[in-house]
Nanobody, 127 residues
Framework: QVQLVESGGGLVQAGGSLRLSCAASGPTVNNYAMGWFRQAPGKEREFVTGISRSGGRTLYADSVKGRFTISRDNAKNTVYLQMNSLRPEDTALYYC????????????????????WGQGTQVTVSS
């Protein structure tokens, strides 16, 4: 099992920035493809962005393109989400997730493709 712990969430004004981190640990950590999802109150969980095992491929939801950047440091078993130009509609609980497939190449935007999930970190953007 892989354990994922998110951090870096908080309260920020519209137009501001936050940087989220996701630290992976456990005996099965194997530089899996990683994704960030978010869920706002009363809404379904949605894909935000994902990154391939090597970090060479990324995928972004249209709503965050040009504003958010995903990156990873495999030596630290950590994935980051840099969030700029934040909007009130970005307010949500943000989850880090790991795709358990060791043979994956593409980044999947489907939540079912991810086997391990963190507890979430809250991001609140005020207007």
């Amino acid at each position: 099992q892989v354990q994922l712990v998110e951090s870096g969430g908080g309260l920020v004004q519209a137009g501001g920035s936050l940087r989220l981190s996701c630290a992976a640990s456990g005996p099965t950590v194997n530089n899996y493809a990683m994704g960030w999802f978010r869920q706002a109150p009363g809404k379904e969980r949605e894909f935000v962005t994902g990154i391939s095992r090597s970090g060479g491929r990324t995928l972004y939801a249209d709503s965050v393109k040009g504003r958010f950047t995903i990156s990873r440091d495999n030596a630290k078993n950590t994935v980051y989400l840099q969030m700029n130009s934040l909007r009130p509609e970005d307010t949500a609980l943000y989850y880090c997730a790991a795709d358990g497939r060791i043979s994956s190449v593409a980044v999947s935007p489907r939540s079912y493709q991810y086997d391990y999930w963190g507890q979430g970190t809250q991001v609140t953007v005020s207007s």
